[in-house]
Structure formats: C-alpha cells, structure tokens
C-alpha cells in the first residue's frame, strides 16, 4: 500500500519554497537522529545534492558527503567536488568502457534497456514485456510503451541498464557497508515515472527499505532547485553557467550545461531539445566528445537510433 498519492504528491509540489525547505530539514534531522548522525548525503556535484547538501549543512555542519569519480563527470563538476569539504571520493571498480563492452549502452531508458538485455538472454517476460504483454501473455497497456522498442533486440551492439548500479551505486554500496553511514538522496519526484512511483511507495524516509536511504527533496521542482540557489547565493559548479529568468517560457534556467552526470549517458537522449547534450558538448569539451562519439563508439549507437550529435 502507497504512503501517498499523485494528489498528495501535487500538493507538495504546490508548497512555497521556504516550507519545502522546512519539511526537507525535518526530514534530514529525523533521518540524523535515527541513525545517531551516522549518515552521509550522496553528493554528484550537480545542482540537486549542492542544494541538498547545503540544506543539511546548515543544521548539521559536520555532516559527511561521498562523491562517486565515474570517469565520465566534467571537469568542472571535479573542479566543484574537490572545494568541498568533507567529501569522500568514491571509483567504481569497472571504468565505463569495460561496462559497455561487457554489459552494454545505455540507451532509451534504464527500464527498456534492462528488458533488451533480457530478452536477448531469452526471459520470458522481458520478451512479452517488448510484445505489451504480462507474464501470462495477456495485453497490458503498461508494458505497451516498451513496444516500440523491440527492434533493439537486433541492434548491434551491446544494451544493457547496469551502467548505473556498476558505475555509482555499487561503491556507494560499499560505502554504506563500510561505514555504516545510511545516505541521504537528492532526487527529484518530478525526474521519471520510476522516481515518482519510489516516493509515493515509502515517503521522503525509507527506513523500512531493503536498502534503506532518505530521499528529502522529491517534490521539488528544478525551478526550487534554481530558486533556492539564487536567494543563498551558494557556490555551484560553473559548467552550469548563470541562472536567468527565461521571458519565453517565464522560468528560471541556466545558460550553461542543463545534466551534467554522466556525460556519456545516452538514457532520455531522444527527447532532448536542440542542440541536445552530444551537440552541446561537442561545442564546450571537443576533446570529451571525440572521445565519446568515437573511442567509446556513441556515435555508431545515436546513428542506430536516429539521433543527431
């Protein structure tokens, strides 16, 4: 049974920003207290876990973060990361180019590819899932939106949705086991269908979880996260550019780089606007993006799928 509802989750999202904050800062505190402060706030660099961790801070100053070197972060994200202080850096055991070798791209969506990788094993229900089918093979209009995808089966190269759990939550993981802090996490509800559906389940704290973690900012919107950056005036990574107030669309939004996690990731590429993130970086970190499009072999797999770089 859900905690709560898209209606309730709509209201929240409706809150001014000084009571999101209120109730962030609440639920950090019952998540400190819980674990007799030990925790650690997930931090990337990005503009979601700096408002996050400011937000900690200012109750818990000495409260730990942990950053995650994929290898595919910007240079100005590390440059960030590093004029923090009390981060721990994290590596992923297998850099990026043995994942995609050994396991696949990450391409669509982590569910589609997850199901492409799948089905090429010969999983039933990965297979019928492709086909908009259940497990039992009757029709499912959930499952239908994966139909379009089937002919990925044939694609050739690799597909697969582990990159993530290999390359940032496996050391995160390990992290947790190592020290015992339990994380804190800066996602967005508004950010996919599977973010929102993982909040409505369990609530802000996960204590229950089998990996248990406190998710206290998910009904924000990137326009809070803009927000509250500018009435703070905190430090935040400079690949991101200015924060301006968009006459055409009448929201805030930055005049540099729009995601800057993995910057190799072609998850929800598709539906980027123009010029989309490839484009972009092929302009500001030529050097990444001939290293992308051509070593790693990205640009074989946009062609594969339509989409311009």
Known sequence: MSVFTRHDLSIMQAWPLQKKIQVAQTRIMEWYYHYDGKVAVNFSGGLDSTVLLDIARR????IRACFVQTGMEYI???DFVESVSNVTWLYPEMPFNRVIKEYGYPVISKEVAHRI???RKGSPWALQHLQGQNKDSTFSKYNQRYMKWAHLIDAPFLISGKCCDISKLRPLRC????????PIVGTLASESFRRQSAFLAVGCNGFSKKEPSSQPLPYWSKADILEYLLITKIP???IYGDIVYDSKTGKLNTTGAERTGCSYCMFGVHLDKKPNRFQQMAATHPEQYDYCINKL???AVLDYIGVAY
Not at 59 to 62: C, H, R, V
Not at 175 to 182: I, L, S, V
Request: with cysteine; charged share 15%; net charge negative.
């Open 59 to 62: 109750i818990f100053p000495d």
């Open 76 to 78: 100005e994200i590390q």
């Open 117 to 119: 990788y799948y089905a």
């Open 175 to 182: 992290f947790t086991k190592e020290t015992g802090c339990m």
């Open 236 to 238: 935040y990574s400079s």
């Open 297 to 299: 072999g990205c640009g």
